[in-house]
C-alpha cells in the first residue's frame, strides 16, 4: 500500500467550495430575511418551518465530524458492537416525540429553559442555562480542534487556519441568516457527509474485491462482536451500555438540548415537529450505518498493516483521513469530497450550537432582566452569536487535552446533559416535585457524574473492560513491528479499589447515572419538603391527550362509531394536532406561577 500523500489543488477547490456555499446560504437569509425584525424570526425562523428540512437539520446538529472520523475507527479498534446505536434512536423518537416534545411545543417557549421557571423557580432556570451553556462551549471546542487536528496531521491543512476558517464561516452564517440559514445550510452539509462516506465505502469495496471479502475479513479479525449480552457496567461496550446508555445519551440531545428543541418549536405545527423527529430516524440510521461500515472497510484495508501501530499517524482519529488519501489520491476532488464531509459535520454541529447559546443567553439572561425592543433583541442576538462563535474557537484549544473523539464527545454531552434530563423528566412526569427536590437532585446527580467522569479521566478503565482487539503489523514494511495488543500488561498498574470498580463505568452510563440520580433525589426530597399539596399549573406536566396514540385511538374511535364516509388519518391527526403552539394563537399563554 502506498504511503499517503498531501492535497491536491482540486480537493482544495472542493473543500473552498463546500465553504463558499454554507457562507452563500447565510449571505442569502440575511438579505431575503430582511424581514427578520423580531428575535422569534432569528432564532426560531419565525416558526414557519416544515418537516423535512427541519428532519435534516436534526441529524446534522449533532451528527459532526466526531461521526465522521471517530466512529470509524471505534469500529477500527473496538468492533462493530456499535452499531447496535441505531436502537437507541428507536427508543429516543419515541420519548422525545412523546414527553418532551408536547410540552415545549404547547408552551411556545425559545428557550427550554423557560420551562424549569415556570415548574420550578428562577434559580433552577439560571442553574440549567449556565450548565447548557459550559456544555454547549466544551463540547463545540472539541468538534472544531478534534477534526483540524486530524486532517492537518495528514493532509497538511494548517491547524489553526482550519480551526478559525471553520468558526469563522460557521459564526458568519448564524449571525446573518440566523436559524433558518443554519437549518438550509445543515440540510445542505448531511448531503455533503453521506456523500464523503460512500466514496470511501464504494472505492473500499472496490479495492477490496467487494464487500464479502470486507465481511470475511471483518469476522476473521473479530470485528463482527455484535451480539454481548455482558450485564457488567464495567465492560465498555456490550448490548446493554450501547442500547440503555445510548438512549439516556440521545434523549438528553434529542429531548431537551436547546439546539434540538429550537428546531421543533420552529416547526408550523406540532405535527411537523413529531414527523421531523421520525423523518430523522431515518437519516441518523443512514450516517451510523455507513460511518461504522466505513470501520469495517478501514479494517480491511489495513489488517495486515496498522498505520497507528507502524507509526504513519500519530493517532488514531487519523486514520480516517490517511485511508482516504491512501486510496483516493488517484481521483482529484474526491479526497478534497471527504474533507468537505468532515468538515460539513462540524460547521453544522458549531452553527447549531452558536444558536441555540444566542437564543438561550437572550430569552434567559437579557429578556428577563433588561427591558429592549425587538429590533434591539434581534441586534443583539447577532452580537451574541459573534461571541460565542469566537468563544467557541477559543475553547478549540481546550479540546487539545481530551482523548478519543467519540468517547470525549459522549462523556461531555453525558455528565452535563445526564443531570439536566433528569431535572426536566422529574418536572415533567411528576407532579409532585418541587422546587427544593428538583435543586438538590440536580446537585446531587451532577456531583455524581463528574466525580466518575474525572475519576476515569485520572485512571482509564483497565484493558479487560475496553477490550481493545488486536491490530497486525506483520504485512508492513518495516522491521521490528509489534501487535498492539502485545504490551496490555504494562497498563495494568497498582491502584486504588475505586479506579478498578467506580471509575471503570462504562462512559455510556456517565448520563443514566446522572438522570436516575436527579429523579430519586428530587422525588424523596420533592415528598419530604410537601410536594404532595403543591398544584402544578396545567400544561406543564405530560397528559394522556398529549400522547400520538392516544389522539390516534379516539379519532379512529370517532370514526368507526359515525363510520360515515372516506377518512384521511394522517389529515385527521393533524387536525388533531392542530397549530398547539401558542405563538399562532391570539390567546398568550401566563408564565407566572401560582402563588
Not at 17 to 37: C, E
Not at 86 to 100: D, G, N, P, Q, R
Not at 296 to 302: A, G, K, P
Not at 320 to 326: A, F, G, H, N, S
Request: with cysteine; hydrophobic share 45%; net charge neutral.
Amino acid at each position: 500500500m502506498s504511503s499517503a500523500t498531501s492535497f491536491s489543488v482540486w480537493d482544495y477547490v472542493v473543500f473552498s467550495l463546500m465553504l463558499v456555499i454554507s457562507a452563500g446560504i447565510g449571505v442569502y437569509y440575511a438579505f431575503a430575511g430582511r424581514g427578520q425584525s423580531s428575535s422569534a424570526d432569528f432564532l426560531v425562523g419565525g416558526r414557519s418551518m416544515t418537516a423535512v428540512p427541519v428532519a435534516l437539520s436534526l441529524t446534522a446538529s449533532f451528527m459532526s465530524a466526531i461521526t465522521v472520523l471517530g466512529t470509524p475507527v471505534e469500529v477500527y479498534q473496538h468492533g462493530a458492537i456499535f452499531i447496535l446505536i441505531c436502537f437507541s434512536y428507536v427508543l429516543m423518537v419515541a420519548v422525545s416525540s412523546e414527553i418532551f416534545l408536547p410540552i415545549f411545543y404547547r408552551l411556545g417557549i425559545t428557550s427550554t429553559y423557560e420551562y424549569l421557571e415556570m415548574r420550578y423557580n428562577k434559580v433552577i432556570r439560571l442553574f440549567g442555562t449556565v450548565l447548557f451553556i459550559i456544555q454547549t462551549v466544551l463540547y463545540t471546542g472539541l468538534v472544531i480542534y478534534a477534526p483540524a487536528l486530524a486532517l492537518n496531521q495528514v493532509t497538511g491543512i494548517d491547524l489553526w487556519g482550519a480551526v478559525i476558517s471553520t468558526g469563522v464561516v460557521c459564526t458568519l452564517y448564524c449571525t446573518l441568516g440566523g436559524l433558518k440559514a443554519v437549518v438550509w445550510t445543515d440540510v445542505f452539509q448531511v448531503g455533503i457527509m453521506l456523500a464523503g462516506l460512500l466514496a470511501v465505502i464504494v472505492q473500499s469495496v472496490l479495492l477490496q474485491g467487494g464487500i464479502s471479502t470486507i465481511i470475511s475479513d471483518s469476522t476473521q479479525g473479530g470485528r463482527l462482536n455484535l451480539w454481548d449480552f455482558d450485564p457488567n457496567p464495567l465492560r465498555r461496550h456490550t448490548f446493554w451500555s450501547i442500547t440503555v446508555g445510548g438512549t439516556f445519551l440521545w434523549t438528553s440531545v434529542y429531548g431537551i438540548n436547546q439546539a434540538q428543541v429550537q428546531r421543533y418549536i420552529s416547526c408550523k405545527s406540532l405535527f411537523h415537529a413529531k414527523m421531523a423527529l421520525y423523518i430523522n430516524l431515518v437519516s441518523l440510521w443512514a450516517i451510523s450505518i455507513c460511518s461504522v461500515f466505513c470501520g469495517l472497510c478501514l479494517y480491511s484495508v489495513y489488517k495486515n498493516c496498522d498505520p497507528w501501530t507502524a507509526r504513519k499517524v500519530s493517532a488514531l482519529d487519523q486514520l480516517m483521513p490517511y485511508l482516504v488519501l491512501d486510496i483516493l489520491s488517484e481521483y482529484p476532488g474526491v479526497p478534497g469530497l471527504f474533507v468537505a464531509a468532515a468538515y460539513s459535520g462540524t460547521l453544522s454541529t458549531v452553527s447549531s450550537s452558536v444558536n441555540a447559546l444566542a437564543a438561550v443567553t437572550i430569552a434567559d439572561l437579557i429578556r428577563p432582566y433588561f427591558s429592549l425592543s425587538e429590533r434591539q433583541l434581534s441586534w443583539s442576538s447577532k452580537g451574541i452569536s459573534l461571541f460565542y462563535g469566537a468563544v467557541c474557537i477559543g475553547m478549540a484549544g481546550v479540546a487539545s487535552l481530551m482523548g478519543g473523539m467519540l468517547q470525549a464527545a459522549i462523556s461531555i454531552a453525558g455528565v452535563a446533559g445526564g443531570p439536566l434530563l433528569g431535572l426536566f423528566s422529574l418536572g415533567i412526569l411528576f407532579p409532585c416535585a418541587n422546587a427544593k427536590g428538583g435543586l438538590a437532585g440536580l446537585v446531587s446527580g451532577l456531583a455524581l457524574s463528574l466525580w466518575v467522569c474525572i475519576g476515569a479521566q485520572i485512571y482509564p478503565p483497565l484493558p479487560e473492560n475496553s477490550r481493545p482487539l488486536a491490530l497486525m503489523t506483520h504485512g508492513c514494511n518495516f522491521s521490528g513491528g509489534t501487535n498492539w495488543t502485545a504490551n496490555i500488561d504494562d497498563f495494568i498498574l497498582k491502584e486504588p479499589f475505586l479506579a478498578d470498580n467506580w471509575y471503570s463505568l462504562s462512559y455510556l452510563y456517565f448520563g443514566p447515572l446522572g438522570t436516575v440520580t436527579v429523579i430519586t433525589v428530587g422525588f424523596i426530597v420533592s415528598i419530604l419538603s410537601g410536594g404532595r399539596q403543591m398544584k402544578v399549573q396545567s400544561g406543564l406536566t405530560l397528559s394522556k391527550e398529549d400522547l400520538t396514540f392516544y389522539k390516534a385511538y379516539n379519532v379512529l374511535k370517532a370514526k368507526v362509531s359515525s363510520s360515515a364516509g372516506n377518512f384521511d388519518l394522517v389529515q385527521e391527526l393533524e387536525k388533531s394536532f392542530g397549530k398547539t403552539n401558542f405563538a399562532f394563537c391570539d390567546v398568550e399563554m401566563s408564565t407566572q406561577r401560582p402563588a
